[in-house]
């Protein structure tokens, strides 16, 4: 390829003529990124093509100054740009630093070719010591790499950075200038005027929080088990109070999924994610209802494990892939499935966990990048290891790692591996009786904490390394709901009598956190109850805290103190509840496993608005994503919205 071509191709990538950019302007509406006349610019998805290995996910807009490609020029190579991203997304100094060096190192070798050798750039990052308005972080730093574009030689580039959440705590924002100009030249100061701008109109969220937010504003993306962070709530969805799955009222799509699963739907973007597992038994089913057997099921017959991505807007399957085929190695209970464990995803990965037929990582387009074998996890009644009723924890994505909590008869562990590679990057042992929660990470003053459920001990590990942060015993002898962050406090819950604890942790604690025999508080926890539920994980909205126990029983807490504030029964057809309360809106949203979905109001007040029939059973706990609920029933998945 000649440098002309280069030349041309990297303008095209990285720059477009002005009219055109600036009429997408009325799209960005919450990117009101303006510049004087004679600036021109483009707005492009993150990761853009120069630089697929960024990790953050979003949009770029940029703004280039009329002299960004005229070496002789004083603003040459000078432009501002802002990286708009979904709220989850950290923009820690470690993060900036990482996407901005892969971004410039794409952008240096798709247009200047592999002539230029980027393994010798260096980029100097360090916090501005200026006192910066509440709720920014701002860096000053200092590329050293090689101008691709002009002149294809040694450039020092000069970046100021500025990062905050939004003010409705829907995005993240990342704005950087960028001129290998001295600091105090006039295109700085028009730089810096553009960028006070943009943050005057985009301000920052009065007061930067440590913790998760425990109400999350509508977002394409629902990537794991209960959403991020698992905390099941996604307002802005403007969902229908009344709807009916057989008659298809209020129904946007129904379509058919093969197989038996009781994992639920993840979302990224205009791709949904499930699981299953396809038995070559015709009549292969599971028994819902209230009832103590711990019988396994029959069926031993050959299974395929598929996972699935469908189309968001219409249902459309997209593709279909399969993960393993085989016998499988343990039975399962006969409430149960062979595809308990919900997926999930980050944009770049889908991620399936199967219990004993393993770990398995695939693109967004369905291409298997790896499979992990686990080995046999025999997950049963702790007390008569006879029964086998099988795995339902799902697996979690951080940074670059997935992390699986695997406890069973014998051997129990949590394991992180290499999102791109499968390889392992940590494993700790956990003297655990099996269990059937999923881990989940919860960012406080001291950093995350990877949260784990256990019946022996509640505990929290770095995720970084696995290195355990503190313990907290008295859970009961099963546990099956999800931990999870609200408003600074880890609620952590299981119903399995006599135990029934109920927990919320203050973030940030060390140690042994184990109460003495009569405590149900201690500078560590805020509070204890033995009210905790069974299956369905507990949901906190708006300063309140909500159980739903497997056989209807509706409690409502306040979250700080504990306080009760009514406990309903929930009138269902006989069968109970196994799947977790989601809320939007100000509407809870419990799906029972007889096929109604009933809604409740939130509030201090217990009020039922509505009982929905789906038609079919409801094990699973569904997705939220702009406007529609995704419902894994038995038979379908099932768009309900306006």
């Not at 691709?148 to 100021?160: A, S, V």
């Not at 998760?212 to 996604?234: D, L, M, T």
Request: some cysteine.
């Amino acid at each position: 390829m000649t440098c002309l071509m280069r030349w041309l191709i990297g303008i095209a990538m990285f720059a477009v003529i002005g009219m055109t950019a600036f009429a997408q302007e009325k799209e960005q509406d919450d990117l009101p990124l303006k510049a004087p006349q004679g600036w021109f610019g483009e707005i492009i998805t993150l990761p853009p093509g120069f630089a697929k290995d960024m990790k953050l996910r979003g949009v770029e807009k940029i703004r280039f100054a009329p002299g960004m490609f005229k070496p002789d020029a004083a603003d040459f190579f000078s432009y501002v740009f802002v990286f708009r991203v979904d709220a989850e997304q950290e923009l820690s100094a470690k993060v900036i630093h990482q996407e901005i060096m892969t971004y410039y190192k794409g952008l240096a070798t798709s247009v200047g070719g592999k002539d230029i050798d980027t393994s010798k750039f260096v980029f100097d990052l360090k916090a501005e010591k200026k006192k910066q308005p509440a709720g920014i972080s701002a860096y000053a730093g200092q590329l050293k790499w090689i101008e691709p574009f002009k002149t294809k030689k040694p450039q020092i580039l000069g970046l100021e950075l500025h990062a905050w959440a939004g003010k409705a705590k829907k995005y993240r924002y990342l704005f950087c200038s960028a001129s290998p100009a001295k600091p105090d030249a006039t295109i700085w100061k028009q730089m810096r005027k553009i960028r006070d701008a943009f943050i005057k109109a985009v301000p920052p969220a009065p007061k930067a929080s440590p913790e998760a937010p425990s109400e999350k504003k509508s977002s394409s993306h629902w990537p794991s088990f209960r959403g991020s962070g698992a905390i099941g709530v996604s307002d802005g969805q403007n969902l229908p109070d009344k709807w009916d799955g057989a008659k298809g009222e209020n129904i946007r799509w129904k379509t058919r999924i093969p197989g038996l699963a009781h994992s639920s739907p993840v979302v990224w973007g205009h791709q949904i994610f499930i699981t299953s597992a396809i038995s070559a038994k015709a009549n292969a089913g599971f028994k819902p209802g209230l009832y103590g057997a711990g019988t396994a099921s029959e069926d031993r017959s050959q299974h395929q494990w598929v996972v699935i991505c469908l189309d968001k807007s219409s249902g459309k399957t997209l593709w279909q892939n399969v993960a393993v085929k085989g016998v499988p190695k343990d039975k399962r209970h006969i409430k149960a499935t062979y595809a308990n464990g919900s997926p999930a995803t980050d944009g770049r990965y889908v991620v399936a966990f199967f219990g004993s037929q393993g770990l398995y990582c695939f693109d967004m387009d369905g291409k298997r990048q790896w499979a992990k074998d686990l080995g046999r996890l025999d997950v049963g009644a702790y007390d008569s290891p006879t029964y086998e009723w099988g795995s339902a924890t799902s697996p979690i994505i951080y940074r670059d790692s997935v992390i699986v909590q695997c406890d069973a008869q014998k051997g129990s562990f949590i394991l992180a591996v290499d999102i791109k590679t499968g390889k392992t990057l940590w494993k700790v042992k956990r003297d655990e009786l099996p269990t059937w929660g999923t881990p989940t990470i919860c960012n406080g003053p001291n950093g995350p904490e990877l949260v784990t459920n256990g019946s022996k001990f509640i505990r929290a590990y770095d995720p970084a390394t696995g290195k355990e942060l503190w313990r907290l015993g008295g859970s009961s002898k099963i546990t099956a709901p999800t931990p999870f962050l609200a408003d600074g406090l880890i609620i952590a819950a299981s119903g399995r009598h006599p135990e029934r604890p109920l927990f919320a942790i203050h973030i940030g604690s060390r140690g042994d956190l184990t109460l003495g025999q009569g405590q149900t508080s201690s500078k560590h926890i805020a509070w204890s109850k033995a009210r905790g539920s069974y299956m369905p994980t507990p949901l906190a909205y708006r300063g309140l805290l909500y159980i739903l126990n497997n056989n209807g029983r509706f409690d409502c807490y306040e979250l700080k103190t504990g306080k009760e504030i009514y406990r309903q029964r929930i009138k269902h057809a006989g069968s109970g509840f196994s799947a977790s309360p989601i809320a939007a809106d100000g509407k809870i949203y419990l799906p029972s496993e007889d096929g109604d979905i009933f809604v409740i109001k939130a509030g201090r007040e217990f009020e039922q608005i509505a009982k929905n029939p789906m038609g079919e059973n409801l094990m699973a706990t569904p997705a939220l994503s702009e406007g529609t609920m995704f419902v894994r029933a038995r038979e379908h998945l099932i768009a309900v919205g306006r």
